[in-house]
């Protein structure tokens, strides 16, 4: 069975630091996509990245970057100069590309990001 | 504005009430899903459905239903036989089901039963 795991359930930093959030998957299967969400206060979760499994690429989206790594089953994310506007909670997740799995996503328990001025 | 929209965002039960939440989107996709978020946990899936008049159950679907009549409209009713059903919902869709698509998530309906 799959399975996301992150391990820190808060992390505080004051704005201007830079943040990294773990995330490790367990599954099987050797094709996958990994994908994170950010849930600001308001609640509704808001889609950042997709990484398919074949693709272990790096990548950088302004101040938001993602480090992709099979050979550990991570797949951390990094905010770079935090700001205020980052604090929220960011899940990591999973989806596998089997018949009975399409579709379906699984969450980590996510990590709340506290960043104060 | 293309989105996925959900009422009420605050709803209160009684016990032994069955409740029904409502969740459309007008982005033309084939997939929906219902989740359920519990304080300090991840998003556990309730129900999904891959296409109109289909849905399969989740993790979690026990005291919990649904119907997908319409593309654009899957409502989930709580019913009273959810054990212990205040939590936040979240609705969301995705082109299709095929895994490798992101969903889209409603602003969630926060269900307390009194």
């Known amino acids: 069975a799959q399975k996301v795991t992150q391990a820190q359930t808060e992390i505080s930093v004051v704005e201007k630091e830079d943040v990294t959030l773990d995330c490790v998957y367990e599954?099987?299967?050797?094709?996958?996509?990994l994908f994170w969400y950010k849930q600001p206060p308001s609640g509704e979760l808001v889609f950042l990245i997709r990484?398919?499994?074949?693709?272990?690429q790096n990548e950088i989206s302004g101040r938001y970057s993602w480090n992709f790594q099979k050979s550990t089953s991570s797949f951390n994310f990094t905010i770079t100069a935090s700001q205020v506007v980052d604090s929220a909670v960011y899940f990591c997740?999973?989806?596998?590309?089997?018949?009975?799995?399409?579709?379906?996503?699984?969450f980590g328990a996510g990590t709340q990001v506290v960043v104060t001025p | 504005d293309g989105g996925i929209t959900q009422s009420p965002k605050y709803l209160f039960r009684k016990e032994g009430q069955n409740v029904t939440l409502s969740c459309e989107q007008n982005?033309?996709?084939?997939?929906m899903y219902w989740y359920r978020q519990d304080p300090g946990q991840g998003l556990r899936l309730i129900y999904y459905?891959?296409?109109?008049?289909?849905?399969q159950k989740g993790d979690i679907a026990e005291g919990y239903s649904v119907s997908r009549e319409k593309k654009e409209s899957f409502p989930l009713t709580v019913t009273s036989a959810q054990k212990n059903p205040t939590a936040f919902y979240l609705c969301?869709?995705?082109?299709?089901?095929?895994?490798?698509?992101?969903?889209?998530f409603g602003p969630g309906t926060r269900l307390t039963v009194l």
């Open positions: 969301a869709s995705s082109i299709d089901d095929r895994g490798h698509s992101e969903q889209f």
């Open positions: 599954t099987r299967d050797t094709t996958y996509y």
């Open positions: 990484r398919n499994s074949f693709d272990e």
């Open positions: 997740a999973l989806s596998l590309l089997t018949t009975d799995s399409w579709g379906k996503l699984q």
């Open positions: 982005l033309n996709h084939d997939a």
């Open positions: 459905s891959q296409i109109v008049n289909d849905f």
